[in-house]
């Protein structure tokens, strides 16, 4: 099939040319994408962040009999509303903004969408499978490094304001395989100092549990300082054109 060429008139711009109706639904789909973002993002901080603040002490200090005779029981409406704040506000900011970009790719982001609710929801399991560790964390670090590599190479074809942006971005990368590092030895390390938590016997024994904690804290951190730096870039970038 023959695409329609459109023809544009000298002194007048593409979006200028458009016909009124076209106009009007990216218009339209501007507006509600901007609704989406802005629900996704206040349901994301109040219930996902804010709530925590009154939740994980009531949680830390009150007693499972009294908790259960609350709205806040375990698997009440409440309850799952606030447990679920983060991945659905996330999903509907990510949405939100590609109607207002890019609604045609709505279907690619459903589909990661998909696999992370469903490995959500995948049954737990008890065992330490250490193939998985090793291969999973083999893999993060192979990509690390085939990121760098790629990074190296954009980074020759910038310049200004977007190396800096690009900069700013590595950094991010960095804290988050940091983060990736320190989790791993958190949860699955296996030697008598400093056991991970998959190993509760050892940490008793080793008694490292302060140190686990310690250790929990950095790996906030990084994360937080690799989304920071993430943004930096994105801002830093947005404001460069």
């Known amino acids: 099939m023959l695409k329609k060429r459109v023809k544009v008139k000298e002194g007048h711009s593409y979006e200028q040319a458009k016909p009124d109706s076209i106009r009007g639904g990216e218009m339209k789909s501007n507006k509600t994408g901007l609704i989406v973002y802005w629900v996704g993002a206040t349901y994301l901080l109040v219930w996902g962040w804010l709530v925590n603040w009154w939740i994980v002490p009531m949680y830390k200090y009150t007693p499972v009999e009294k908790i259960t005779q609350t709205v806040w029981a375990p698997g009440s409406p409440l309850f799952i509303i606030w447990a679920f704040g983060i991945p659905v506000g996330a999903i509907l900011a990510v949405i939100g903004m590609l109607l207002r970009t890019e609604p045609t790719k709505i279907w690619q982001f459903l589909i990661v969408t998909a696999f992370i609710i469903l490995s959500v929801m995948f049954p737990a399991t008890m065992g330490y499978h250490i193939v998985v560790f090793g291969a ?6 192979a990509f690390f490094l085939a990121v760098v590599w790629y990074w190296g190479k954009k980074r ?8 800096t942006a690009a900069d700013l971005q590595l950094i991010g990368y960095v804290f988050f395989l940091a983060a990736a590092w320190l989790l791993c030895g958190v949860l699955g390390n296996p030697f008598h ?3 991970g938590l998959y190993f509760p016997e050892k940490v008793l024994q080793a008694r490292s549990l302060p140190q686990m904690y310690s250790q929990g804290i950095k790996v906030i951190m990084y994360l937080a300082l690799g989304w920071l730096f993430l943004f930096l ?4 970038a947005y404001k460069a054109k």
Do not use: C, D, F, Q
Not at 136 to 141: P, Q, V
């Open 136 to 141: 999973l964390g083999g893999l993060i670090a």
């Open 156 to 163: 020759t074809t910038l310049e200004g304001p977007a190396k």
């Open 193 to 195: 100092t400093n056991p």
């Open 233 to 236: 870039s994105h801002y830093k």
